[in-house]
Every structure is written in structure tokens, then in C-alpha cells.
């Protein structure tokens, strides 16, 4: 079964950072956009970053630009979402998704499948 899995949530405090894998299970990361969202508490989902299969092409949502960075290394089957200066409004569940290619929309999330059970990012004031 094609599906991710998604680890590294935990509970932090404004200003910390965090940094989250998502791994495949099922199939080979490597040939696939891989996106980061996240669901807020009372919040719809929301695109955190897309990442091209090269790495070549990355886009990032308003609200984490400058503070989130998304990577990743195929050789380790693994795309990482860096997270720094965490705030409050960033809790949520995140969880990653895998698509065939990145456009401009992407944080609408409609391409992307596969999604995997998500991990739970706390952010105390």
C-alpha cells in the first residue's frame, strides 16, 4: 500500500524549532512531489511546502516563509520540513502527501495522495 509516514511533532515553545521526516511506505519517494500541510485547530488545511522530486523547485505557504525550510535526500527515502522561531499559530497536525508534479496551486493539496496519519506540532506562548 502506497502511503507516508510522517514523525518528529511534539510539544515546544514559541521560538523553538522542530524538524519533521516524512518517509515512504509502499513505494519509492524519489520520482514524486512531496507537500507538508497542516490542519489547525477550528482551521482548514493549509500548504505548508511543496517540494519538486529534484529538489530543484520548492514554494513555501505565506504564513512559514523565512522561518520553515523543506528538504530532502532521496538516497534516504526522506523529505524533512526545518522548522524555526515556531509560534503559537502554527499548531496543528502536519502530515505530507506525495503528488506527480508542483504547480502554483499546490496548497489547495487536490493533487497530492497518499497521505500518511500526520504528527501533532504543539507551540506554547
Known amino acids: 500500500q502506497k502511503q507516508l509516514v510522517e514523525s518528529g511533532g511534539g510539544l515546544v515553545q514559541a521560538g523553538e524549532s522542530l524538524t519533521l521526516s516524512c518517509v515512504a511506505s509502499?513505494?519509492?519517494?524519489?520520482?514524486?512531489?512531496i507537500g507538508w500541510f497542516r490542519r489547525g485547530p477550528g482551521k482548514e488545511r493549509e500548504g505548508v511546502a511543496s517540494?519538486?522530486?529534484?529538489?530543484?523547485?520548492?514554494l513555501y505557504g505565506d504564513a512559514v516563509k523565512g522561518r520553515f525550510t523543506i528538504s530532502r535526500d532521496n538516497a534516504k527515502g526522506t523529505v524533512y520540513l526545518q522548522m524555526d522561531n515556531l509560534k503559537p499559530e502554527d499548531t496543528g497536525f502536519y502530515y505530507c502527501?506525495?503528488?506527480?508534479?508542483?504547480?502554483?496551486?499546490?496548497?489547495?493539496?487536490?493533487?497530492?495522495?497518499?497521505w500518511g496519519q500526520g504528527t501533532q506540532v504543539t507551540v506554547t506562548s
Open positions: 502527501g506525495a503528488a506527480a508534479f508542483l504547480n502554483n496551486n499546490w496548497h489547495a493539496g487536490l493533487e497530492y495522495d497518499s
Open positions: 517540494i519538486s522530486s529534484s529538489g530543484a523547485k520548492i
Open positions: 509502499g513505494f519509492t519517494l524519489d520520482f514524486y512531489v
